[in-house]
Nanobody, 114 residues
């Protein structure tokens, strides 16, 4: 069984640089890619991903501003969000996909104030 717990959201000013964190409670964290998603009204597209080997991938809208990373010793993945814009406001989730099963965190809200 896997549990993901996110933290780090909140109210941030435009241009701010918060870092979200997602701690993985389970086994073999280092073997799994971790993905960040953002919730919209009817969709939840990928924002960024950090592979098990450490290679990052990004959605086009955030490339150059958001950076995923991981600390395998802490079983935690991070999403650093730079140069935030009001349109980045939303509910962000982390995800781990293990053996065709998706595990999700509870979500963390980011509100960018102008």
């Amino acid at each position: 069984q896997v549990q993901l717990v996110e933290s780090g959201g909140g109210v941030v000013q435009t241009g701010g640089s918060p870092t979200l964190a997602c701690t993985f409670y389970g086994t073999r964290f280092a073997e799994h890619g971790m993905t960040w998603y953002r919730q919209y009204a009817t969709s939840r597209p990928m924002v960024a991903r950090i592979a098990a080997a450490g290679k990052p991938t990004y959605a086009e809208a955030v490339e150059g501003r958001f950076t995923p990373s991981r600390d395998n010793a802490k079983s935690t993945t991070y999403l650093r969000m730079d140069t935030l814009k009001p349109e980045d406001s939303g509910l962000y989730f982390c995800n781990a996909r293990l053996k065709d099963t998706d595990y999700w965190g509870q979500g963390t809200q980011v509100i960018v104030s102008s």
